[in-house]
């Protein structure tokens, strides 16, 4: 059993991934000044006390320790780093990087998660003291850990590293997309014994035992007619059916009669898929729609055992077959998941010599079908208008005359998919046979696809090259119309499920990561900040700013002015959403959930007291946050004020303030409810928050003795009072 490494104290941050709130909290605190000098107390065992935020100490106690060899496993390749460096450097940098942290207590009651802002506090400190502040960064291919610079935090970096490697451990050595080996572990299942393996079942008695039941389901159809409207909808068991295809496909699964086998297997897939066809109204057609899937994936794994053990020409007959069933007209348009899966079969033949000729024939018909037209759609259009090519045009019309008819009948949608899945099919097929100039020509021809790209992307990542990685990832992004939907393109990927949260923009963030370039990630840092228009975003903020102050070495004076830059960007991208995006709210229709408001610029605000950005900003909030109204009062006391006050339900202050708003004929009083008494005790817990419990009790006497006879509104003030 490897027992996990535990973290260094270099990149002691990993340790706060879970829970960045508390390691900013922590950043806080060390800051601020409120831990002590750290003591060594015993060998390797430091001590220090941190000021909690009621005038209290606690005690932290950290376990430090040394890798028996002092070897550093974090370090990552870049494209050009030296492969050697001096002595002095390379002892340097195994000392910082072997430092690990092997426990961490202290005797605050926090305990929601395994370390809190105390012991944050005291690692930036002992970190200070044992490594040393982060020197001056350089911006070459070679800044690295050699540069007596601490290393950045890898905290993205590293989980997409250790899921490419793991997933080139299961692609022999290669990052693929569609075949692993766990598909050739699961097809050993499927293969019987020579002295246990049953008679395949002939192709004429599997095909009655199908007819039969289906015949029998339609017949047991249940129709349901609606008694407010002429809709009906029918239902069925499909339990029998669902039976016999199981039992012919089980049947076939273990044969060593591979042809024959197939041609079974391309029946079960047919007549599951016609059924569905059929019950397009059926509410209870789920099994059909399971069964289906569950027979693609089952005819990957059996097509590894048919590349393994078959001859050659029993091989492509079988391939041939299985490839049929998946060029179906009706399973491309209804089904191009599993017709694309079913097309991935092929895969199994790339490793082998004699066969690899079944698969390249295979996968290059898919590319013709659903590739060579599509992709050269928006370019023929463009040549329309050229008079001088258009003979030439009309001739490659008549060449992909065949192709338009293949797809006219497909919907986007679909076609989408089997677009995709052919350009992961061609990618894993030049990888196995080991064809570096199919590969690269396949990169070429599709440079526009975001799964060629991003797969590019990873192989780059997983050699080390991460400059070239991040120029990629930025040149497919500044190549396309828009970089919000190429993100969220990109977070949907079969490659590196829920890693990257920002898509493109989280691959050049694990780039900077490796290549310990602050600048590169603090751009990053900035677009997630400038771009936020979710809550879980906000912690970006302490993340720029603990970046260029703890590792880009700025002043606190020098910092605050990147952010009054930052907030002014902030506030001209708010300007550019309502200009060019709908108002949509969420999470109940409030505008405080707006897609024009920026949790992160927010926060910026709050952070950095930007009192004038404050009160500019919240003209797009209605019900300002308790934070946001702080700030407006450090400089517009008066604005805050006026801001809770308007939020008071009508009448609670007299007649409003402003003489238009006042309707002739109607009393401006306030309504005689308990609930309204409610409200307005709610907006003055917020002004207390704000202004004090002595402003707070004037302005409630004021509300009482404009209402005097009103004792339910007494009751609801009292706390103010």
Known sequence: MVVPQKPALAQFEVMFEGTPLILERATDYWESGRVSSVQEIAPQLYHSRVAGSDDDYYDVDIRLSKDAHGENTNEANTDDQATTSSNTDHESTIDDNSIRIQSAACTCPYQRTPYCKHIGAVLYELRKQLIGAHGN???????????????????????????????????????????????????????????????????????????????????????????????????????????????????????????????????????????????????????????????????????????????????????????????????????????????????????????????????????????????????????????????DEDEDNEDTSEVDDETDFISDESLHVLQLFTLMNAYDLYVLSDDDAGREQ????????????????????????????????????????????????????????????????????????????????????????????????????????????????????????????????????????IKYQPEITTKGGTQRHSSWRNPAYEKLIVDERLSDAALTYCAIVDYPPLPLLRTIAIEHPESAKSIILDAMPYGTMGTPAFRFTVERGVDNTLTARRATYQQIAKQLRRFAAVFGDEETRALAHEIVERYPNRTALREELAFAL
């Open 442 to 577: 396949l990169l070429s021809e599709y440079s526009e696809s975001m799964a060629l790209t991003l797969m590019n992307a990873a192989n780059m990542i997983h050699e080390g090259h991460l400059r070239s990685a991040y120029m990629l990832a930025q040149g497919f992004l500044l190549s396309s119309r828009d970089m919000e939907d190429v993100d969220i393109d990109a977070r949907h990927n079969g490659l590196l499920p829920d890693l990257l949260p920002h898509g493109w923009h989280t691959i050049m963030e694990c780039c900077a990561e490796g290549l310990n370039d602050v600048g590169l990630l603090a751009n990053v840092y900035r677009y997630y900040i400038l771009s936020c228009n979710d809550r879980s975003d906000t912690h970006y903020v302490s993340k720029l700013r603990n970046l260029l102050r703890i590792y880009g070495g700025l002043s606190a004076d020098e910092w605050h002015d990147v952010a009054d830059g930052l907030a002014r960007d902030c506030a001209r991208n708010i300007i550019d959403r």
């Open 137 to 391: 960064h350089h911006n070459d291919d070679t800044a690295n850990a050699h540069d007596g610079v601490i290393v950045l935090p890898r905290t993205v970096l590293d989980p997409i590293q250790q899921h490419l490697d793991a997933r080139a451990e299961q692609g022999k050595g290669h990052l693929l997309f569609l075949w692993s080996a766990q598909l050739r572990k699961a097809a050993k299942t499927f293969r019987a014994q020579p002295d246990e393996e049953r008679p395949l079942i002939p192709l004429i008695d599997a095909q009655t035992m199908l007819s039969d039941t289906i015949r029998r389901c339609h017949e047991r159809f249940i129709i349901h007619i609606s008694k407010h409207s002429d809709a009906y909808s029918k239902s069925c068991d499909y339990t029998e059916f669902i039976k016999t295809v199981q039992a012919i496909a089980g049947n076939a699964l273990q044969s060593s009669d591979y042809a024959s086998a197939c041609g079974n297997l391309r029946l079960c897939i047919h007549e599951v898929h016609a059924l569905l066809l059929s019950s397009e109204n059926d509410d209870g057609s789920e099994p059909l729609l399971t069964i289906m899937d569950d027979l693609a994936m089952r005819v990957r794994c059996y097509m590894e055992n048919v590349a393994e053990f078959a001859d050659s020409p029993t091989a492509g007959k079988a391939l041939n077959t299985i490839a049929q069933a998946a060029n179906d007209k009706d399973m491309r348009q209804y089904e191009p998941l599993n017709s694309m899966l079913l097309i991935s079969s092929a895969l199994a033949f790339a490793q082998y010599d004699d066969k690899r000729m079944w698969a390249y024939d295979v996968i290059d018909n898919a590319i013709t079908r659903n590739l060579e037209y599509s992709f050269n759609e928006e370019s023929e259009e463009s040549d329309e208008d050229d008079e001088d090519d258009e003979d």
